[in-house]
């Protein structure tokens, strides 16, 4: 049990880094800036994984893609903009603002709303049940205690 501890231990403090020693840049600056767009960039197989951490096969192809567009000169927005042509905003991390991503951006909170009305229409609903229950007796006694304690 301790050894399964410690593997788990070792797994969760090691970096997941699926980049592999034939992909590394020799310029330093150049690997930096291509380790800092794939880690805004998504596996599209993947999906919720950046694909310096993904070992998908897609995913190693879009490192390197990565770092030809840099020894080219591209921009790390060039390498973005040419990203997003070939795979479309799904690939980043963080899709722009535009009509085609409005569903993104906002969907998560007009779900959230959606379900804040639902429970407060839940509840409202729940205490007119509870009086619709009633016999009239006890709907009449309800009333008496209420005028009672002044409610």
């Known amino acids: 049990m301790r050894r399964l501890a410690l593997i788990l231990c070792l797994l969760l403090a090691t970096p997941l880094v699926a980049v592999e020693p034939d992909e590394v840049l020799d310029d330093p600056v150049l690997e930096e800036r291509a380790r800092e767009i794939s880690a805004e960039v998504r596996c599209v197989v993947c999906q919720n994984e950046p694909i310096d951490s993904s070992n998908a096969g897609v995913a190693r192809d879009l490192r390197l893609i990565i770092r030809e567009r840099l020894v080219a000169g591209d921009t790390n927005q060039e390498v973005f903009d040419y990203l997003v042509a070939r795979y ?17 951006w906002l969907g998560p909170f007009i779900i ?11 509840l409202r609903g729940k205490s007119g049940q509870l009086t619709a229950s009633l016999t009239p007796e006890e709907q009449a006694r309800l009333e008496a205690l209420r005028e009672k304690d002044g409610s």
């Open 88 to 104: 479309g905003d799904f690939v980043l991390f963080n899709p722009p603002w535009r009509p085609s991503t409005y569903a993104l």
């Open 112 to 122: 959230l709303g959606l379900g804040f009305l639902a429970v407060i229409m839940a």
